[in-house]
């Protein structure tokens, strides 16, 4: 079994949420978010405003793309964005590449190994000690079927019946270039909270994400701030767009549940 795409997912929750009789805005995003004593107002993009007692941000993250020709439209044909979970089924016995030096990169390269032929780990910089955890490079370096190449970038991609074929690799250095036949690209070079529009209301670390629990206290130390409850009283954060989460499904909805319970 390949398990469940996020957009089958994301639709088959929406269709419950609907059942239970949440109501939805479409055509619109949230601009804006102000309090006024007890009330917190969402402003919206067409100049509406929700008014409730409580908010909670569930925005997510865009994730960093790579800048080639033509790899847009092999999003989701060969060419996958953040985690590789679901996709690593479909790569049995065939050549992977994943683009990145962190964790998460380092993840889905020996997630993939599991089921691909040979696993390519392309990294920009000349090490990886800086951006990884020791224990993954170590069991990195340990799997039989994984390559890790410093000093590489993807430059090009092609593609065969609309799926990705192969991709085209730079040495940085020395500027060679090389194509080389490729049943998935995962790219994992990190990625940017949807929270430009909470500024100035809510807390935020300095790559953009919400801040809750303690990590929110900040200048008016909150003694009674529920863990997911952000520097605003009333106002939660959820899922990849908080400060600390661990970008997966399974603790995004752990983290819906307990907002919920918690408001």
């Not at 033509?70 to 065939?94: K, N, Q």
């Not at 009674?224 to 661990?246: C, K, M, Y």
């Amino acid at each position: 079994s390949r398990g469940i795409s996020g957009a089958h997912l994301a639709h088959r929750s929406f269709q419950q949420a609907w059942s239970f009789g949440a109501e939805f805005l479409f055509m619109r995003s949230a601009a804006g978010l102000e309090v006024h004593g007890g009330e917190r107002v969402v402003v919206l993009s067409d100049g509406h405003r929700v008014r409730g007692r409580s908010v909670v941000l569930a925005g997510g993250v865009d994730y960093n793309q790579l800048d080639v020709a033509g790899i847009e439209a092999l999003t989701g044909r060969g060419v996958y964005y953040g985690a590789a979970v679901s996709e690593a089924p479909a790569m049995t016995g065939c050549p992977v590449f994943v683009v990145g030096g962190g964790n998460s990169a380092g993840q889905a390269a020996l997630h993939l190994a599991k089921f691909a032929e040979q696993v390519t780990l392309l990294v920009r910089g000349s090490g990886l000690a800086a951006s990884m955890s020791d224990y993954l490079i170590e069991q990195m370096k340990a799997t039989r079927n994984i390559d890790i190449r410093h000093r590489c970038a993807v430059v090009g991609v092609t593609a065969l019946d609309d799926r990705l074929e192969s991709v085209t690799l730079e040495d940085i250095d020395r500027g060679i270039r090389e194509d080389v036949p490729a049943a998935g690209l995962f790219v994992l070079i990190g990625s940017k909270p949807r929270t430009d529009w909470l500024a100035g209301t809510v807390q935020r670390d300095p790559g953009g994400f919400v801040l809750t629990g303690h990590s929110a206290e900040g200048d008016d130390q909150e003694p009674n701030r529920l863990p997911l409850e952000t520097s605003v009283p009333g106002i939660f954060a959820i899922g990849d767009t908080r400060h600390g989460s661990v970008k997966r499904v399974a603790t995004a909805v752990g983290d819906g549940a307990g907002a919920i319970q918690q408001l």
